[in-house]
């Protein structure tokens, strides 16, 4: 049996995005154009980046190494030992199984779009329930860390510029 957990998102548009709020607006009093077409269009925090994030090898790394409850083994594992129907910790699994762990999360993740192109789907799918809600959230909450995590960094390297430049 193959069980599908779906998240749908309507991403928001990129002129009313809050991301690049203040900062952008101070930063354009100064005369730093940071706001522009081509910037935006390939920016990290454009929603458009999500389906490349979930299938980089960056974001499958941390979710297979997380633990997860498996009912087929009747304890927590790891995605890595899930995957490669290995319940036993204390083996050590190679760099093939761990390229063929991977690979089997990013065949099980998948990005698309509804017929009029707002509403974004992304799907999991595995062969417990209870397991590919678990991957789809642990996979919400690593992309929702990686945009944070790089949202903070562009602020602090606007602040920094602002500050040279005041």
């Known amino acids: 049996d ?3 957990a779906s998240l749908n998102y309507v991403p928001v548009s990129e002129g009313n ?3 690049e709020s203040s900062i952008m607006t101070l930063a354009e ?3 730093v154009s940071g706001s522009g077409q081509n910037s935006s269009s390939t920016s990290l925090l454009n929603w458009r980046m999500i389906p490349v994030i979930l299938y980089s090898k960056l974001l499958s790394e941390k979710v297979i190494e997380k633990y997860f409850y498996s009912r087929k083994y009747n304890k927590k594992l790891k995605l890595f030992n899930i995957f490669n129907s290995q319940p036993d910790t204390t083996i050590k699994l190679n760099n093939s199984d761990k390229r063929a762990a991977l690979k089997k999360l990013k065949s099980s993740i998948s990005h698309s779009s509804g017929r009029d192109n707002v509403l974004k789907t992304i799907s999991v799918s595995s062969f417990e329930p209870e397991l590919c809600v678990n991957i789809l959230n642990e996979c919400v909450k690593e992309l ?3 945009f944070t995590n790089y949202f903070k960094e562009q ?4 602040k920094t510029f602002l500050n040279g430049r005041l």
């Open 29 to 31: 009093r100064f005369g």
């Open 144 to 146: 929702r860390i990686i």
């Open 155 to 158: 602020n602090i390297d606007k």
């Open 2 to 4: 193959v069980y599908v």
């Open 17 to 19: 995005a809050s991301k």
